[in-house]
């Protein structure tokens, strides 16, 4: 099984600052035949189902708002929120979808400083 | 406009059977690279990916479940079903289902609001 590891597990930002969340694969889930990587993630608001928020590493899902973006590839991706809003807080999880079993991170929490 | 929901029982007995269904709206499970999945997650821990049936009846497991688990579509109702046999207390959590559009892309982009299952006697 492909391990998905987070970090940190919470994290906390003030208003209007960046805040970067890690992701660690055990194996690449870059795929050099379409040149992507399948590695996704995702936003939970407490009490409602996660939302898509990025797939292949990079794309955003449409009607995210551009302040987030996802980056890397094979083994090491970001998830980056360029100016952090209150809306934003809630656990992100990343997930790879290289090879079954699909697996999801721990997920880290962020919280306003 | 996509949606699904997820039903079942909210309190199982261990070793009992659940069957949790999926009814869904928006899409067809004929259409070509269109799947529905099943993930859990167990209160104030992480998710948990569980099985996956696409369009064409191609079923995907997780190891983990050990066979305890079945999923099977019916499309002339637009519901999708897990079934999950010698339910034990570790099994509570809330099941989501979720959509994904492409076979080799699975990435749920709609997810059902979950349904809680307890397992205690």
């Known amino acids: 099984d492909i391990v998905v590891t987070q970090s940190p597990d919470s994290l906390a930002v003030s208003l209007g600052e960046r805040a970067t969340i890690n992701c660690k694969s055990s194996?690449?889930?870059?795929?050099?035949?379409?040149?992507?990587?399948?590695l996704a993630w995702y936003q939970q608001k407490p009490g409602q189902p996660p939302k898509g928020l990025i797939y292949?590493?990079?794309t955003r899902e449409s009607g995210v708002p551009d302040r987030f973006s996802g980056s890397g590839s094979g083994t090491d991706f970001t998830l980056t929120i360029s100016s952090l809003q209150a809306e934003d807080v809630a656990v992100y999880y990343c997930?790879?979808?290289?090879?079954?079993?699909?697996?999801f991170g721990q997920g880290t929490r962020l919280e306003i400083k | 406009q996509i949606t699904l929901k997820e039903s079942g029982p909210t309190l199982v007995k261990p070793t009992q059977t659940l069957m949790l269904t999926c009814t869904f709206s928006?899409?067809?499970?004929?259409?070509?690279?269109?799947?529905v999945g099943w993930i859990r997650q167990p209160p104030g821990k992480a998710l948990e990916w569980l099985a996956l049936?696409?369009?064409?009846?191609?079923?995907r497991y997780s190891p983990s479940l050990e066979n305890r688990h079945t999923i099977t579509k019916d499309t002339s109702k637009n519901q999708v079903v897990l079934t999950m046999t010698n339910l034990d207390p570790v099994d509570t959590a809330t099941y989501y289902c979720?959509?994904?559009?492409?076979?080799?892309?699975?990435?749920?982009?709609?997810w059902g609001q979950g349904t809680l299952v307890t397992v205690s006697s």
């Open positions: 979720a959509h994904t559009e492409e076979h080799w892309r699975v990435y749920f982009d709609y």
């Open positions: 928006g899409f067809s499970l004929t259409s070509s690279g269109v799947g």
């Open positions: 049936i696409y369009w064409n009846g191609e079923k």
């Open positions: 194996q690449s889930v870059f795929s050099s035949s379409n040149n992507k990587n399948y």
């Open positions: 292949w590493a990079s």
């Open positions: 997930h790879q979808y290289y090879g079954s079993p699909y697996t």
